[in-house]
Protein backbone atom coordinates (compact mmCIF):
# COMPACT_ATOMS: atom_id res chain seq x y z
CA UNK A 1 0.00 0.00 0.00
CA UNK A 2 1.66 3.58 -1.09
CA UNK A 3 2.80 5.43 1.80
CA UNK A 4 0.70 9.02 2.88
CA UNK A 5 3.36 11.08 1.68
CA UNK A 6 3.19 8.65 -1.57
CA UNK A 7 0.27 9.49 -2.77
CA UNK A 8 0.32 13.60 -1.92
CA UNK A 9 2.90 13.37 -4.22
CA UNK A 10 0.74 11.86 -6.87
CA UNK A 11 -1.91 14.09 -6.49
CA UNK A 12 0.44 17.23 -6.25
CA UNK A 13 2.36 16.15 -9.81
CA UNK A 14 -0.61 15.43 -11.07
CA UNK A 15 -2.37 18.52 -10.25
CA UNK A 16 0.61 20.30 -11.76
CA UNK A 17 0.47 18.30 -15.20
CA UNK A 18 -2.89 19.41 -15.41
CA UNK A 19 -1.82 23.05 -15.15
CA UNK A 20 1.06 22.72 -17.01
CA UNK A 21 -1.30 20.91 -20.46
CA UNK A 22 -3.43 23.93 -19.61
CA UNK A 23 -1.45 26.18 -20.70
CA UNK A 24 -0.77 24.91 -24.18
CA UNK A 25 2.62 25.91 -24.40
CA UNK A 26 4.90 25.22 -27.23
CA UNK A 27 6.94 22.23 -26.52
CA UNK A 28 10.42 23.52 -25.94
CA UNK A 29 9.01 25.86 -23.36
CA UNK A 30 6.79 22.95 -21.84
CA UNK A 31 10.49 20.99 -21.49
CA UNK A 32 11.93 24.14 -20.13
CA UNK A 33 9.72 24.92 -17.72
CA UNK A 34 9.33 21.19 -16.35
CA UNK A 35 12.81 20.93 -15.74
CA UNK A 36 12.77 23.81 -13.63
CA UNK A 37 9.89 22.89 -11.66
CA UNK A 38 11.92 19.62 -10.86
CA UNK A 39 14.72 21.17 -9.34
CA UNK A 40 11.78 22.78 -6.85
CA UNK A 41 9.65 19.91 -6.47
CA UNK A 42 11.95 17.12 -6.15
CA UNK A 43 15.43 17.75 -3.80
CA UNK A 44 18.40 15.56 -4.23
CA UNK A 45 19.23 13.24 -1.30
CA UNK A 46 22.14 13.37 0.57
CA UNK A 47 25.16 10.94 0.28
CA UNK A 48 25.16 10.92 -3.87
CA UNK A 49 27.52 12.74 -5.63
CA UNK A 50 27.18 13.72 -9.48
CA UNK A 51 29.81 13.77 -12.83
CA UNK A 52 28.40 15.30 -16.02
CA UNK A 53 30.35 13.33 -18.55
CA UNK A 54 29.29 12.22 -22.50
CA UNK A 55 28.85 8.60 -23.28
CA UNK A 56 28.50 7.83 -27.16
CA UNK A 57 27.64 11.04 -27.97
CA UNK A 58 25.14 11.99 -25.55
CA UNK A 59 25.12 14.29 -22.30
CA UNK A 60 24.48 12.24 -19.28
CA UNK A 61 25.24 12.07 -15.44
CA UNK A 62 26.71 9.71 -13.28
CA UNK A 63 25.05 9.32 -9.57
CA UNK A 64 26.65 7.69 -7.37
CA UNK A 65 26.43 6.78 -3.78
CA UNK A 66 29.16 8.19 -1.50
CA UNK A 67 29.25 6.03 1.35
CA UNK A 68 28.98 2.24 0.40
CA UNK A 69 30.74 0.43 -1.84
CA UNK A 70 29.90 0.17 -5.66
CA UNK A 71 27.28 -2.72 -6.30
CA UNK A 72 26.83 -3.29 -9.96
CA UNK A 73 25.56 -0.26 -12.01
CA UNK A 74 22.17 0.98 -13.23
CA UNK A 75 21.51 2.66 -16.43
CA UNK A 76 18.26 5.21 -16.02
CA UNK A 77 16.02 6.28 -18.82
CA UNK A 78 13.86 8.85 -18.34
CA UNK A 79 9.90 8.70 -18.54
CA UNK A 80 8.42 11.15 -20.64
CA UNK A 81 6.86 9.32 -24.02
CA UNK A 82 10.00 10.36 -25.58
CA UNK A 83 9.03 13.77 -26.12
CA UNK A 84 9.64 15.28 -22.42
CA UNK A 85 11.87 15.07 -19.59
CA UNK A 86 15.57 15.60 -19.28
CA UNK A 87 18.64 14.44 -16.96
CA UNK A 88 17.31 17.85 -14.65
CA UNK A 89 13.78 16.25 -14.65
CA UNK A 90 15.15 13.19 -12.99
CA UNK A 91 18.11 13.30 -11.60
CA UNK A 92 16.77 13.25 -7.65
CA UNK A 93 14.82 9.98 -8.32
CA UNK A 94 17.97 8.57 -10.11
CA UNK A 95 19.87 9.86 -7.19
CA UNK A 96 17.48 7.87 -5.00
CA UNK A 97 17.57 4.60 -6.87
CA UNK A 98 21.47 5.06 -6.76
CA UNK A 99 21.73 5.29 -2.59
CA UNK A 100 18.67 2.30 -2.80
CA UNK A 101 20.56 -0.29 -5.24
CA UNK A 102 23.77 0.81 -3.66
CA UNK A 103 24.88 1.09 -7.37
CA UNK A 104 26.55 3.78 -9.84
CA UNK A 105 23.40 5.06 -11.75
CA UNK A 106 24.11 6.87 -15.31
CA UNK A 107 21.25 8.90 -16.46
CA UNK A 108 21.15 9.87 -20.17
CA UNK A 109 19.71 12.82 -22.15
CA UNK A 110 18.47 10.79 -25.10
CA UNK A 111 17.22 12.49 -28.39
CA UNK A 112 13.64 13.46 -27.73
CA UNK A 113 10.66 13.04 -30.22
CA UNK A 114 9.52 15.22 -32.19
CA UNK A 115 12.84 16.54 -33.82
CA UNK A 116 14.36 13.27 -33.45
CA UNK A 117 11.48 10.26 -34.65
CA UNK A 118 11.79 6.85 -33.54
CA UNK A 119 13.89 4.91 -33.17
CA UNK A 120 16.61 7.92 -32.21
CA UNK A 121 15.38 7.59 -28.48
CA UNK A 122 16.15 3.52 -28.73
CA UNK A 123 18.97 3.57 -30.65
CA UNK A 124 21.00 6.18 -28.27
CA UNK A 125 19.67 4.01 -25.49
CA UNK A 126 20.88 0.94 -26.89
CA UNK A 127 24.12 2.86 -27.81
CA UNK A 128 25.34 4.19 -24.23
Given at each position: ???????????????????????????????????????????????????????????????????????????????????????????????????????????????????HPFPAALDDAVAV
Open positions: MPSIRSRITYHLVRRKLARLRALKLPLPEARALGDRNSARLFKMPAGVSTEATTIAGLHGEWLRPTARPARGLLLYLHGGAYVQGSVKTTRAMAARLALASVSPTFIVDYRLAPE
